[in-house]
Structure formats: structure tokens, C-alpha cells
């Protein structure tokens, strides 16, 4: 299965923390993907990563991958309790992303 | 901003009917995919189309469960006899080109069997 891996499955911080979630794959990937999904609503796209690029900043989103390694990091700066939800990583082939279990994050006000 | 919608948002039936679940993908895209994720757990992908046809399907996507766009703007999942393991929610996504772009979901519908 080509479908990425999140770590941890739960993370709990305060606002104004930053929040570091993993992500690791099996297969080589076109693209790598981030998804946030607020509890019970739809999946909304955060950042893509192409596999030829090793860092991508969107706001207060970091992006890195390492295909070396197949593995990718999502990092969330000064987090707020609006960014409380599931957060997946998807990879990307030509037909199809595969998404993992995602990282579910809670921001404590 | 264009949207994926999907309708109905929940559907509550009996073990052996038949559902349909709709969609309407964003208007200028060309791949439409569906996604199922049961409560609390992973988002399974279920199938893609592309060109009036499926590019690829998953184990999940047996005989039970067809697929069609019906006209320039509908997209429907089809379970033709519904069992308890349905029960999920279903998400549908579009994009405009495939192995490049973001997929835009619409907010699920969710079936519950009974």
C-alpha cells in the first residue's frame, strides 16, 4: 500500500504552541498532500508538496519532505484552538490519493 | 467559490435496498473520485472516473457498488444492496487534472443501515 502513515495518532498542546505531526509511505509518490477535516465536515486541502521539493511554508503551515526517507512533516506554528481537527496526509499517484489514519489535534485555550 | 455538493447529507435505510448517493462536482474539472470513511476512522478511497469511465477501484469497490455520470453534471455511487458495513460516511472529490492537484471533497453524506 502506497497510503501514508501519521504520527502521532493524537496531539494535545496549548495555544500558541506549535504542532508537529509525521508522516511516512511506502512507494513513490507524484506529490504529498495535507488534508484538515473538522470533526463531522468534509476534507479541506492545506499544502502540496511535489516530490521534488524538500520544504514548502504556506502562512503559518511548513511543509518538509524527504523521499530518501519517505516521510513527510507537517508543522502548524502559533497554533489557536481553531486549528483543532484531523489532519491527514494523502499521497499522491496518478489516479487516486491515498490517505492515512490522520493526527487528530486539540488547541487548548 | 466553487464547491463540491453532495446530497442527501444523511440517509438512514434497511439492510438489502438500494441507495444512491449524489454528487456535483466543480464544474471545469475532469476526475471525480469517491471516498467512504466509517466513524472515527480512516478516509478509504473507493474509486476514481475519469472520461466516463473508472481509472481505479479498491477492493471496497465490488460488484455491490457502481458508478455513473449521468449527464454533464452528476455523479452518483450506487449500492445496490445495502449491508450493516455501509454505514459511513461517503465523500465525493473532483479535480482538474490527475497526479497534480488538490482534490476539492464535498461534506459527505452519511448512510447509516439499519
Known amino acids: 500500500s502506497q497510503q501514508g502513515e501519521e504520527d502521532p495518532q493524537a496531539l494535545s498542546i496549548q495555544e500558541g504552541e506549535n504542532a508537529t505531526m509525521n508522516c511516512s509511505y511506502k512507494?513513490?509518490?507524484?506529490?504529498l498532500q495535507w488534508y484538515r477535516q473538522n470533526s463531522g465536515r468534509g476534507l479541506v486541502h492545506l499544502i502540496l508538496?511535489?516530490?521534488?521539493?524538500r520544504e514548502k511554508h504556506s502562512g503559518r503551515l511548513r511543509v518538509t519532505l524527504d523521499t530518501s526517507k519517505k516521510s513527510s512533516s507537517l508543522l502548524i506554528t502559533a497554533s489557536r484552538a481553531a486549528d483543532t481537527a484531523s489532519y491527514f496526509c494523502?499521497?499522491?499517484?496518478?489516479?487516486?490519493?491515498?490517505f492515512g489514519a490522520g493526527t487528530t489535534v486539540t488547541v487548548r485555550a | 467559490e466553487p464547491e463540491v455538493t453532495q446530497t442527501p447529507s444523511h440517509q438512514v435505510t434497511q439492510m438489502g435496498q438500494e441507495v444512491i448517493l449524489r454528487c456535483v462536482p466543480i464544474?471545469?474539472?475532469?476526475?471525480f473520485y469517491w471516498y467512504r470513511q466509517i466513524l472515527g476512522q480512516k478516509v478509504e478511497f473507493l474509486v476514481s472516473?475519469?472520461?466516463?469511465?473508472?481509472?481505479?477501484k479498491s477492493e471496497i469497490f465490488d460488484d455491490q457498488f457502481s458508478v455513473e455520470r449521468p449527464d454533464g453534471s452528476n455523479f452518483t455511487l450506487k449500492i445496490r444492496s445495502t449491508k450493516l458495513e455501509d454505514s459511513a460516511m461517503y465523500f465525493c472529490?473532483?479535480?482538474?487534472?490527475?497526479?497534480?492537484?488538490?482534490?476539492?471533497f464535498g461534506e459527505g453524506s452519511r448512510l447509516t443501515v439499519l
Open positions: 472529490a473532483s479535480r482538474q487534472g490527475a497526479g497534480t492537484g488538490e482534490l476539492f
Open positions: 512507494t513513490s509518490i507524484n506529490n
Open positions: 508538496i511535489r516530490s521534488n521539493e
Open positions: 494523502a499521497t499522491d499517484s496518478d489516479y487516486k490519493l491515498s
Open positions: 464544474s471545469n474539472h475532469l476526475y
Open positions: 472516473f475519469y472520461n466516463n469511465e473508472i481509472s481505479e
